[in-house]
C-alpha cells in the first residue's frame, strides 16, 4: 500500500516560485517512480512531470518545460516539484501519483496511475 500526501500550495504572483512537496508512505521508497499532475478548473487532469525511482531520469509537459523541476529524497521519503516563473495559466490544484512499485512515471495518462494524494491548490494571480 502506499500514501501520497502533497503540501505547499498557495497564492503567489505571476513570475514567483512555489516549492511543492509529496510526502510517500511506501515500504520502499525508492522502488517507486513518482508524477505530478494538475487538474484546472474545467479541465481534464494534465501530467506535469514525473521522475523515476533513483531520481536519474525526469519528464516534463511541453508547458512546463523549462520553469519546473522535480526532485526527490530517497531518505525522506519526499518528491518535490519546483515551480519557477508561474503564470497564471499554472493555477490549478496540483496531485503527486503513483503507478506501483517498478512501474515508470512517464505516463501522461492519469488512467494509468493507481495512487494519488489528496492534492494542494496553487493559484497564480496576474
Known amino acids: 500500500q502506499v500514501q501520497l500526501a502533497e503540501s505547499g500550495g498557495g497564492l503567489v504572483q505571476a513570475g514567483g516560485s512555489l516549492r511543492l512537496s509529496c510526502a510517500v508512505s511506501?515500504?520502499?521508497?525508492?522502488?517507486?517512480?513518482v508524477a505530478w499532475f494538475r487538474r484546472a478548473p474545467e479541465k481534464e487532469r494534465e501530467f506535469v512531470g514525473g521522475?523515476?525511482?533513483?531520481?536519474?531520469?525526469?519528464g516534463y509537459a511541453d508547458s512546463v518545460k523549462g520553469r519546473f523541476t522535480i526532485s526527490r529524497d530517497n531518505v525522506q521519503n519526499m518528491v518535490y516539484l519546483q515551480m519557477n516563473s508561474l503564470k497564471p495559466d499554472d493555477t490549478a490544484v496540483y496531485f503527486c501519483?503513483?503507478?506501483?512499485?517498478?512501474?515508470?512515471?512517464?505516463?501522461?495518462?492519469?488512467?494509468?496511475?493507481?495512487?494519488w494524494g489528496q492534492g494542494t491548490q496553487v493559484t497564480v494571480s496576474p
Open positions: 501519483a503513483s503507478r506501483g512499485a517498478f512501474y515508470s512515471a512517464t505516463s501522461r495518462d492519469p488512467t494509468n496511475y493507481n495512487y
Open positions: 521522475i523515476s525511482w533513483n531520481g536519474g531520469s525526469t
Open positions: 511506501a515500504r520502499t521508497f525508492s522502488n517507486y517512480a
